[in-house]
């Protein structure tokens, strides 16, 4: 099934991640003309075409939700062999930039959790199956972040690569069964095993396990996340402290799956329960968060300045003790039920459902002793395997395993995925 989407006239930035990808995969990074926030929305990019009546050109793709995301996942090799075609082209997608954050002409949704790409090919390396790279897009702005890795996007590479016939053969003659997939995310270098079930020739889909944030419920994939701390810094504590002023306020500063600032929701004067659409109300509230993170950010070495900071790299968490509260089902979550409650916001927008690398990450900071997070975390574990973390979706289960130094050995979560909508997509030549 196609896609078609029209010619759109569009320019991009880059967001450089903060260290190269090596090897091979430095071909994935895509060389963007640069951003001129004076040209006018009728102009057309200088590196852009527009014709009338322009062609459209097939790829093959496929769409996919990993955990509570959606993203097209394509390979390499069927992108264009010119690389700074890819960021106009991922851009057009997702229907970026929208100056009115719908993205009506692509299939972002206006959400930043659903305006993703993913790409995937064999890997290069001995040690793991797949190489996998994350790109996040903006939605009003023109924006092609490879900074970090997304977390529930994860969940869906095994079983794509599975489906896709990336893997060794021995792994397809095992027939009906377990299968697992060694991942390497090139964003932060770090390895990822996803382990789920093959069913007649594909990655299972149906199932009887739910994830909070999605309806109904499907075939259960385990994500073992290895090492996962220092993504961007090399420092479980880049800052070399378990608490940090920043802006007036105690924050906690980690490099975990991703690096993230934590603060307590009663000390920047939020209800740590809130609701996206009511948080999305307290502007003064966001943009002292926003503050913070760019304070964070700069103490942690992830920027010089302030103004070098990138929109999704860190992230922040505001935290409070379990309590009593609905969701955006209307389910009431039973403090009883949940080990500490945790807001996250990215790109400055409060999440509907707590992104899966900020999830771990909330794990490893629950085992840091003094740790804003560590501070409010329940005594009394709801599972005493793992930490139980409410969010403005319901619920997740963590499993976070530290060694004899402190540093966290592994972290393993659950998720879902649905396996594509789409095999193929088109885009207007550029």
């Known amino acids: 099934m196609g896609v078609i989407w029209v010619l759109r006239e569009v320019s991009c930035r880059y967001v450089e991640t903060q260290k190269k990808f090596g090897r091979d995969l430095e071909g994935l990074r895509p060389i963007l003309q640069p951003h001129n926030p004076h040209r006018s929305i009728h102009q057309t990019a200088p590196h852009l075409k527009a014709t009338q009546g322009a062609t459209q050109k097939s790829l093959r793709a496929a769409y996919y939700r990993g955990g509570t995301s959606r993203a097209l996942i394509f390979q390499p090799e069927d992108l264009p062999s010119v690389r700074s075609k890819w960021g106009p082209l991922f851009l057009q997608l997702m229907g970026s930039p929208d100056p009115y954050g719908r993205q009506l002409d692509g299939m972002g949704a206006g959400i930043s959790s659903l305006s993703k790409i993913c790409l995937v090919q064999r890997s290069k390396t001995p040690v793991s199956h797949v190489d996998y790279t994350f790109v996040g897009l903006g939605i009003e702005k023109d924006e092609v972040d490879m900074a970090g890795n997304c977390g529930n996007m994860s969940s869906a590479i095994g079983p794509y690569a599975y489906n896709a016939g990336l893997l060794d053969r021995e792994q397809y003659e095992k027939g009906d069964g377990p299968v697992t997939v060694d991942i390497l995310n090139t964003n932060t270098g770090k390895y990822i095993r996803s ?236």
């Open 195 to 430: 382990t789920f079930d093959a069913v007649g020739g594909q990655a299972a889909v149906q199932g009887d396990y739910a994830i909070d944030g999605v309806a109904g419920t499907g075939a259960k994939i385990q994500m073992d996340f290895k090492h996962p701390y220092g993504s961007k810094t090399g420092k479980l504590l880049p800052t070399g402290k378990k608490i940090d002023t920043l802006c007036g306020y105690r924050g906690t500063c980690i490099d975990g799956v991703n690096p993230i600032v934590f603060v307590r929701a009663d000390e920047v004067g939020i209800d740590g329960t809130i609701l996206p659409n009511d948080f999305n109300k307290l502007s003064e509230k966001l943009a002292l968060l926003e503050k913070i993170r760019k304070a964070g950010a700069v103490l942690m070495g992830l920027a010089k300045s302030e103004d070098e900071v990138i929109r999704t790299i860190p992230k922040i968490g505001i935290v409070s003790m379990s309590s009593t509260h609905k969701v955006l089902s209307g389910k009431t979550i039973n403090s009883a039920s949940v080990d500490l409650v945790v807001r996250f916001i990215s790109d400055t927008q409060p999440h509907r459902a707590i992104p899966l690398t900020a999830a771990l990450s909330t794990a490893v900071a629950a085992k840091i002793e003094g740790s804003i997070v560590e501070q409010l975390v329940s005594p009394d574990l709801v599972d005493p395997n793992a930490v139980t973390i409410g969010h403005a979706s319901g619920r997740i289960q963590v499993n976070a395993t530290m060694n004899e130094k402190g540093l966290p050995e592994s972290a393993t979560v659950f998720r879902t995925a649905l396996p594509p909508s789409l095999q193929d997509t088109t885009w207007s030549r550029i």
